[in-house]
């Protein structure tokens, strides 16, 4: 997807990099000197490939017979073409697929500096990232056991809460669509905002002793 050794292939290496660090706010920032676009580019193959990963480690268990409808929650089912019922094994194996096509398209997805991003590039990157965010909420809502069963709970909502704050960083994903977890945003929420308090308590002590020295 980004040819080795271009400021782009480095970029992602950077971005597939970051998931131990634990300040969101910091993590989604754009790195210095590169563009918003490039950002987007390498992040949007980075929770590709991750929650490709995730679904994969599932995908035994997500069959016509567990998950006949495919839903991000009680009330709300996704279809793949209008009014179209789909198997949740066949919509999602159908997003992952035209998902790659376009992150295979080097007109869409520049794999170096020197194409230029499509203008509707943005566009393109919100339909990937809410494509991808009722995969989240297939697996939240109907695998969750599953996930506890291989032991990758905290790896799962790592990625989300990741995922979730970029996406609304860069305003990727309509309010709507976020209804099926957002019990699970607003609690990644308020931990994110305890934590920067304590961050901010942190640094006043700091200040204030360094003062005093
Ligand atoms: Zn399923």
């Given at each position: 997807m980004f040819i080795f050794c271009t400021n782009r292939y480095n970029l992602h290496k950077f971005a597939a990099g970051t998931l131990n660090n634990s300040n969101y706010q910091i993590l989604i920032e754009v790195p210095e000197e590169n563009s918003l676009n490039d950002w987007l580019a390498v992040n949007t193959v980075e929770f590709y490939n991750r929650l490709n990963l995730f679904y994969g480690a599932l995908r035994s268990n997500c069959t016509n017979e567990s998950c006949p409808i495919m839903k991000g929650g009680p009330n709300i089912e996704y279809y793949w073409k209008r009014k179209k019922k789909t198997i949740p094994p066949d919509y999602i194996e159908n997003v992952m697929v035209l998902i790659e096509k376009i992150l295979d398209n080097p007109k869409v997805?520049?794999?170096?500096?020197s194409v230029k991003f499509p203008k509707n590039f943005k566009r393109v990157t919100k339909e990937i990232f809410t494509k991808l965010y009722r995969i989240f909420a297939h697996i939240y809502v109907c695998h969750f056991q599953d996930i506890e069963n291989i032991g990758a709970v905290s790896h799962l909502n790592t990625t989300y809460k990741h995922f979730y704050f970029f996406s609304r960083k860069f305003k990727l994903i309509k309010k709507r669509e976020y209804e099926p977890l957002k019990f699970l945003n607003i609690k990644f929420e308020i931990q994110e905002e305890k934590k920067e308090k304590e961050r901010q308590k942190q640094l006043q002590e700091n200040n204030s002793q360094n003062k005093n020295n």
């Open positions: 997805f520049p794999p170096d500096e």
